[in-house]
């Protein structure tokens, strides 16, 4: 009892820290102090601090960095934060690559991996507003999304949409976040023109074909295999190329009737540096977004010229809290009612257990993946 003591120093009978309920009997209720009357979720907060949390931990000693679930101090939200109790958690290359050694947490954010999460708020920290206690809510991170409890920017959650699982929920704020920003923010695309989107079945390429061809655009996507070709396809895409079997430009061009892309989404980076450029319409945007193939490739530059197109590399996670806040911003403005329209939705590979993060990468890693794998704590 001295230990319950401690936890709750006002409390010394423990029965007293829950409200009254009816006795299953049908006799009268109980009467608690009202000194006693604490939030339910204030009382958890204070066991959480206690006890910890779990969190997918990586093991720098280990070759490539091991994934472990570990006890870890349990978060507490900070000015313009809340805390929310997570119920699934986004899986994304980003995490390859921190566990690899490769991509560094931004400064102030856990070490674990995880940048996306849904679940529900249980604590709210000073200067917040617009979001209470016990909403709903997908919350876009800088990192730590593998946990039971984690802590995000109030700017930087959004209601969980209508008419979607709130697990399957997670699989949105990143992928719709890099798919907005870069195709209307960056690309600032417009209805009629050609969109080509590489990686139409991973993660971020399952939301952008969806919302470019909700802006109005006609999309090419590329895929590997004609089973995952032809589920591209369904999502809204007018064409699609098997990259395993295709040259992409070539398509691009009989698609377009030899105009090209006005817009290239490119998550291969490196090697496909040429290919890009030559599949360019005049005028043309190539966005880089990943780098599966490679850091570094050879670029034309009098074909860049020639063409008067742009090349232009981003990424979301390292951009500041004001940048971020306003995409979610806008994509609560834009893409939402995209959303609750059946418009846009959520594409799921699989539901894993938190404890199964290595199984969830591997799949990422291979390829398998069509759209998100989501960890469930």
Request: proline share 8%; hydrophobic share 45%; charged share 20%.
């Amino acid at each position: 009892m001295a230990r319950v003591a401690r936890i709750f120093p006002r409390t010394p009978n423990l029965r007293s820290m829950w409200p009254a309920f009816p006795s299953p009997t049908g006799g009268p209720r109980r009467v608690v102090r009202a000194h006693a009357r604490r939030p339910m979720l204030a009382v958890a907060a204070r066991i959480d601090r206690l006890r910890g949390v779990r969190a997918v931990t990586i093991s720098p000693q280990a070759s490539g960095g091991k994934l472990a679930v570990s006890d870890v101090p349990a978060p507490r939200p900070g000015v313009g934060e809340v805390l929310i109790e997570n119920v699934s958690a986004g899986v994304n290359r980003a995490d390859l690559l921190q566990r690899a050694g490769k991509y560094p947490p931004p400064a102030g954010a856990p070490p674990w991996p995880g940048l996306e999460v849904a679940g529900s708020v249980r604590e709210t920290g000073p200067g917040v507003s617009g979001v209470s206690v016990g909403d709903r809510v997908v919350a876009l991170l800088e990192g730590g999304g593998y946990a039971d409890l984690v802590v995000a920017r109030a700017a930087q959650t959004l209601p969980a949409p209508d008419g979607v699982d709130l697990v399957d929920a997670a699989a949105l704020p990143e992928a719709v976040c890099t798919a907005w920003t870069n195709l209307v923010d960056t690309a600032r695309v417009r209805p009629g023109e050609w969109v080509l989107i590489h990686g139409g079945s991973g993660g971020v390429g399952t939301i952008a074909v969806q919302l470019a061809a909700a802006l109005g655009a006609h999309v090419i996507a590329t895929a590997g295999g004609p089973e995952r070709a032809e589920r591209v396809r369904a999502l809204g895409a007018d064409a699609v190329v098997d990259h395993r079997r295709e040259d992409f430009v070539a398509a691009v061009r009989a698609a377009t009737h030899g105009r090209g892309a006005d817009v290239v989404l490119d998550v291969l980076g490196g090697r496909a540096l040429p290919d890009n450029v030559r599949a360019l319409a005049h005028h043309g945007r190539l966005v880089v977004i990943g780098l599966q193939q490679g850091r570094r490739g050879e670029l034309d530059l009098s074909a860049l010229m020639a063409k008067r197109a742009t090349v232009t590399g981003t990424t979301l996670r390292s951009r500041t809290p004001q940048e971020k806040a306003q995409i979610v911003a806008a994509v609560r403005e834009h893409v939402w009612p995209l959303i609750a329209a059946g418009r846009v939705r959520p594409v799921v590979h699989a539901r894993l257990p938190l404890a199964d993060a290595e199984a969830a990468l591997a799949t990422l890693e291979r390829g398998e993946a069509f759209g998100k794998v989501l960890l469930v704590p």
